[in-house]
């Protein structure tokens, strides 16, 4: 066996819970769902691309993850989110029509790009609010061919108030399949999703 299977292995998971790739999956579900929320491409004005969508969604998933990053007991669920992640990304692929000789390389590359972003985030959200804003604004603005001033603000208060919602809630309730965004603005949108 690997050592990287003996680590994720000697990490605990309540025997109570479900299975940690069902957990994993019902997370991501929610992930997904947030980062398709019609608010951010109606009203924050970011590009409903395939591009703009997969942004988004690493956003969401930077913030999920970075909330619970000290827990140990967080690793080996992330694990099986980032399985699910790569999973969904090559059956996105191919209903794309991305031909099989080159999905696995085109997966292989956005999985690359996903923890570069993730490795960025997290050193622009601990150098301070003004160079998380400046991500925030090169990576969903910088082409779009206007200040997005408002918009970016209302981003920017979007991605605090996730800090605000899930940072120090009781893992417990992530390891139930748990997982509570904040709202957006003008949208019927409650960011809970526990079906």
Excluded at 27 to 48: E, G, H, M, N, S
Excluded at 109 to 120: A, D, Q, S
Excluded at 153 to 173: A, I, N, V
Aim: charged share 30%.
């Amino acid at each position: 066996m690997s050592l990287t299977y003996e680590f994720f292995r000697s990490l605990k998971w309540p025997r109570h819970h479900p299975s940690r790739r069902d957990i994993a999956a019902r997370l991501y579900r929610t992930i997904v769902l947030q980062a398709r929320c019609p608010t951010f491409y109606r009203t924050l004005k970011i590009k409903d691309t395939v591009d703009g969508r997969f942004e988004l969604l690493v956003l969401h998933l930077f913030m999920f993850l970075h909330s619970f990053r000290t827990d140990p007991d967080f690793k080996p669920l992330v694990q099986a989110i980032m399985e699910e992640m790569v999973e969904d990304l090559d059956r996105a692929l191919r209903e794309l029509g991305v031909g099989d000789l080159i999905v696995g390389r085109n997966v292989k590359n956005m999985v690359k790009t996903i923890y570069r972003r993730l490795e960025n985030y997290g050193a622009c959200h601990e150098t301070g609010k003004d160079s998380w804003r400046r991500a925030l604004s090169d990576i969903f603005y910088l082409d779009n061919g206007s200040s997005n001033h408002v918009e970016l603000r209302r981003l920017f208060d979007y991605t605090q108030d996730c800090r605000r919602t899930m940072f120090g809630r009781p893992l417990e309730d992530v390891l139930t399949g748990k997982l509570i965004f904040p709202s957006l603005p003008e949208d019927e949108w409650h960011g809970m999703h526990d079906s």
